[in-house]
C-alpha cells in the first residue's frame, strides 16, 4: 500500500511522530513486557568473544550506541566500523567474533559486501535491518529484525531508533545470558526500556522549545552538537541530520575531548547543543559547557528540568524528560531530530528529499 502524509507536512516530520509505536513494536520482538524477561536468542551470546557491527551513516551512529551498551552491560567487546572503511582495509577477526550489520534498507552496498566477507570468513553473521525481505536480511546467518515499517523521508529517524532499540535489547539479552545481569535487574531494564515509547511521546511535547531554537539556528553557518557517553553518537547523529537537510555545517564531538582543539571555533556565532541527560557524567558535562559558554558561545543545554543549573552566562535550557539512563538516547534523539527538522523548515529546503542524496546507497 502506499505510504501517505496524512495530516503531516513532511514524511519525516510523520516519521518522527511515529516513533512511539515503532520502538514499542521493535522492542517487543526482543523483551516480554509481561514477564519482564528478554527473550532468548539463537546466538548463544555466553560463547561470543566479540561483536563487530558494521554500518553507514546514521546506522553507524545506532552501533555505536549499540557498543556502549554491549560493554556496558554485557561485558561483551564491541567494535563498530564505518562499512567502506572496515571492507577494503583487510581487518583482524578472532573466530569468536559475530559480526552484525546495520542497516534501515538491507541494501546499502560497502554494508552487504562486509556482511558477505565476514560470512565468506567463516565468521558467525547477524543482520539488524528494517526490510526483511532485503539482501542482508537473506545474507545474515540471523535476523534481528526492526519494526519501524517503511521510512520515506531520505533523512532516517525511526529505523534509526528502531536500530539502537534492538541493540539495547539484545545487549540485555546478552547481559542475561553471560550472567552479567541478574534477574532483579533484568527486570529492572527490561522495564526501564518498555518507558521508552511514553517518554519519546513526552518529548515530541518539547516542540515548542525546540522550534525557538531552531529559529535561531537557522541563521547559524556551523554548529556543534556535544555529549558524553551514548550522548556522544547521539551528537553526531545530530549533527549529520542537520547538514543533512539544513545544509548548515555541524559536528558532534565527546564534550570532554573540546579542549583538545574544537573548542577554539567557539565564538558567539557559533551554537553549540549539548546532550545531557542525568546520567553518571551530567557533572562532567556540564562543566565542560561552562568553559565554553565563558569563551562566548551560545549554549543550548538539553537536559531535564531537575538537573542543577550549571553555572555561566550563555547557557539555555530545553527541559527533556527524566529517564533511565539505558533509554536517553532514544528520547534525546528526538529533540535532535526536530531542531533539524525545524531548521529545515525555517530554511525552505527540501526536508524528505534533500539535494545530492539518496535513500539507499547500493553503488559504492
Ligand atoms: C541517514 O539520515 C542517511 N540518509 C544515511 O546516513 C543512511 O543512514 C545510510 O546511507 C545507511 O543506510 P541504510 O541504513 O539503509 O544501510
Redesign the pocket.
Known amino acids: 500500500a502506499m505510504v501517505e502524509k496524512g495530516a503531516y507536512r513532511h514524511f519525516m516530520e510523520k516519521e518522527v511522530h511515529e516513533q512511539p509505536d515503532s520502538v514499542q513494536h521493535t522492542l517487543s520482538e526482543y523483551l516480554d513486557l509481561v514477564t519482564g524477561a528478554a527473550k532468548p536468542q539463537s546466538v548463544d551470546f555466553a560463547a561470543v568473544d566479540r561483536i563487530q557491527i558494521i554500518?553507514?551513516?546514521?546506522?553507524f551512529y545506532a552501533g555505536q550506541i549499540g557498543k556502549y551498551a554491549f560493554e556496558k552491560y554485557a561485558g561483551l567487546p564491541c567494535d563498530v566500523e564505518i562499512a567502506s572503511e572496515f571492507r577494503y582495509r583487510s581487518p583482524a577477526l578472532t573466530p569468536g567474533t559475530v559480526a552484525v550489520a546495520?542497516?534501515?534498507?538491507?541494501?546499502?552496498a560497502d554494508?552487504l559486501a562486509s556482511l558477505t566477507w565476514c560470512k565468506a570468513q567463516g565468521l558467525k553473521t547477524a543482520a539488524v535491518v528494517n526490510v526483511h525481505t532485503s539482501s542482508m536480511a537473506r545474507e545474515a546467518d540471523v535476523l534481528w529484525p526492526t519494526h519501524a515499517g517503511p521510512e520515506i523521508g531520505?533523512?532516517?529517524t525511526k529505523?534509526f531508533t528502531a536500530q539502537v532499540s534492538a541493540l539495547l535489547a539484545l545487549a540485555v539479552a546478552a547481559g542475561v545470558a553471560r550472567g552479567k545481569i541478574d534477574a532483579t535487574r533484568e527486570a529492572e531494564l527490561v522495564k526501564a526500556l518498555f518507558e521508552a515509547p511514553r517518554l519519546i511521546a513526552e518529548a515530541l511535547q518539547m516542540d515548542g522549545q525546540i522550534r525557538a531554537i531552531a529559529h535561531d539556528l537557522a541563521k547559524a553557518t556551523d554548529v556543534l552538537f556535544l555529549g558524553r557517553g551514548a550522548m556522544f553518537p547521539l551528537a553526531m547523529e545530530g549533527a549529520?541530520?542537520l547538514k543533512?537537510i539544513s545544509y548548515i555545517h555541524a559536528e558532534g564531538y565527546a564534550a570532554g575531548e573540546l579542549k583538545h582543539g574544537p573548542i577554539a571555533l567557539v565564538d558567539e556565532k557559533t551554537p553549540i547543543i549539548a546532550l545531557a541527560p542525568l546520567d553518571e557524567v551530567y557533572e562532567k558535562t556540564a562543566s565542560n559547557l561552562q568553559e565554553v559558554a565563558a569563551r562566548g558561545g551560545p549554549v543550548v543545554m538539553i537536559a531535564p528540568a531537575s538537573a542543577p543549573a550549571p553555572h555561566g552566562a550563555g547557557i539555555r535550557r530545553v527541559d527533556a524528560p527524566d529517564c533511565h539512563p539505558l533509554i536517553a538516547p532514544l528520547v534525546y534523539a528526538v529533540p535532535v531530530q526536530l531542531l533539524a527538522y525545524y531548521t529545515a523548515v525555517q530554511k525552505g529546503t527540501d526536508v524528505d528529499q534533500p539535494r545530492n542524496?539518496a535513500?539507499?546507497?547500493t553503488v559504492e
Open positions: 554500518a553507514c551513516g546514521t546506522a546495520v542497516s534501515q534498507s538491507g541494501e546499502t554494508t531520505v533523512a532516517s529505523a549529520l541530520k543533512e542524496l535513500k539507499s546507497v
